[in-house]
């Protein structure tokens, strides 16, 4: 009869232990924190998504630092209004697009041929759309 607790393959993984797995969601969340404090200052380099990785990994570690995140007064807003209202400002929402364009436009000038650029088109044509059909947000 098959017992659950009995390991039938012994190569199989075993879950990493809890006491590892908080400090790893910390160290995560700084780094996204850190990543997104350079998106800040750096143009072309985004922001909310290094928050929202930030805000899921503080959300399973530390409910000090998820509320920390939520009440920063920079990146807070942006967090609130994806969280509440699936929502990214119309600044954003250009700006996405924009480097978007010129990202895929650097990928066609270096490329040598169709299939990079192809690629590279095929994943920032989607992202572009989805980003662009995102509400933006309550009237205030």
């Not at 920390?68 to 509440?84: A, I, K, S, V």
Request: glycine fraction near 6%; include cysteine.
């Amino acid at each position: 009869m098959f017992n659950p607790d009995e390991n039938p393959n012994p190569r199989r993984l075993r879950p990493v232990p809890q006491s590892l797995v908080r400090p790893a969601l910390l160290l995560l969340g700084w780094l996204m924190v850190a990543l997104a404090a350079v998106g800040v200052v750096v143009p072309g380099l985004p922001t909310v998504p290094f928050l929202l990785v930030a805000a899921w990994a503080f959300a399973r570690s530390s409910q000090r630092f998820h509320d920390w995140l939520y009440n920063h007064p920079r990146f807070g807003p942006p967090l609130r209004d994806w969280r509440d209202h699936g929502a990214i400002t119309r600044r954003a929402k250009i700006l996405a697009v924009a480097m978007m364009t010129v990202s895929f436009c650097f990928v066609v000038y270096v490329s040598k041929g169709w299939i990079i650029p192809a690629i590279v088109a095929g994943c920032l044509i989607p992202a572009g759309i989805f980003v662009s059909t995102r509400p933006e947000g309550p009237r205030t």
